[in-house]
């Protein structure tokens, strides 16, 4: 049970030099956590039992990428854009430096700010990170719908990435969670049962009502960025401590593709779920803090 302070949600946002608004959601006092949530996701992408934000004194920051929910579109938008608004958030909140953490489509998000704004950085988590695909055995072990919109981004078919994610967007706008559960019908067992949690089920429907608010251009975009050539995140400008964890059976984002990256990162040290799918951080949230609020730089 968490206490009043990790109950309220705060709900704030800054404008950028070129007019566009930047959204984010700020729980809790003391040691600053910033949260990159998953794709598609928003700055309501947050745990309904925060007990684990409360036990450690946490404040989370959880931020919003262009395009979702009150967070304005940036079209043709790469990695770097966004990591330059992570700076201003900071700037804006008074912080000078934090711990990092982000999952699946966060984790580029990640290594972006990591490459640009490494001063900002006391240390760095990816959970279940978005690798860059390069060979097509990897597009075969994703779910389906994942398969096809990142084979269309690798073309960089704009179109074709927009008319794979219609349907499934059409069916969240109407009710959240029912695209999701039809993309994720051939996921592993681990992760099906998370997504049977009603506690689980209910912030996630929230996350998606509020990514989704302004339409479904910033999932195009994002689409089209994580499938691309990443040629804005230099990886060997990267020094920040960095842990990725990852399951053996995640069919959303592929292992071999991971380790791939992960081996391109030299300050990074995986640490495997075993078998377990894509939402295993979920059920290990408090593992994960701990490893990572342990490390400084």
């Not at 409360?54 to 919003?64: M, P």
């Not at 920040?240 to 053996?248: I, K, R, V």
């Amino acid at each position: 049970m968490t206490d009043d302070l990790y109950d309220a949600v705060l709900d704030e946002d800054l404008v950028r030099p070129d007019g566009r608004v930047v959204a984010w959601t700020r729980i809790g006092a003391g040691t600053p956590l910033l949260r990159l949530p998953g794709t598609p996701g928003s700055r309501w992408s947050i745990r309904a039992d925060r007990t684990a934000w409360a036990e450690r004194g946490l404040q989370v920051i959880t931020t919003e990428r262009p395009g979702y929910g009150r967070s304005t579109r940036l079209a043709g938008r790469g990695f770097r854009e966004h990591s330059d608004d992570l700076a201003a958030i900071l700037d804006h909140l008074e912080l000078d430096r934090v711990y990092l953490t982000g999952g699946s489509g966060g984790g580029p998000h990640v290594l972006a700010f990591a490459a640009h704004h490494p001063d900002r950085i006391i240390a760095a988590t990816i959970t279940v990170g978005f690798p860059p695909l390069e060979d097509d055995s990897e597009y075969d072990q994703m779910i389906p719908l994942n398969a096809a919109a990142f084979r269309a981004a690798r073309a960089g078919d704009e179109d074709a990435v927009r008319r794979i994610l219609t349907e499934p967007y059409e069916a969240m706008r109407s009710v959240p969670l029912s695209g999701l559960d039809k993309a994720m019908e051939t996921a592993p067992a681990s992760d099906l049962a998370i997504m049977s949690d009603p506690r689980w089920r209910s912030a996630q429907t929230t996350a998606i009502e509020n990514a989704f608010a302004p339409g479904m251009d910033g999932w195009v975009d994002e689409t089209l960025a994580m499938g691309g050539t990443w040629s804005d995140i230099d990886l060997t400008a990267i020094t920040t401590s960095l842990t990725w964890w990852h399951g053996a059976a995640d069919r959303n984002c592929p292992f071999p593709a991971a380790q791939r990256l992960i081996n391109k990162l030299p300050t990074a040290t995986l640490r495997e779920f075993g078998e377990a799918g894509h939402f295993e951080p979920y059920r290990r949230e408090p593992e994960i803090l701990d490893e990572l609020l342990n490390r400084t730089t």
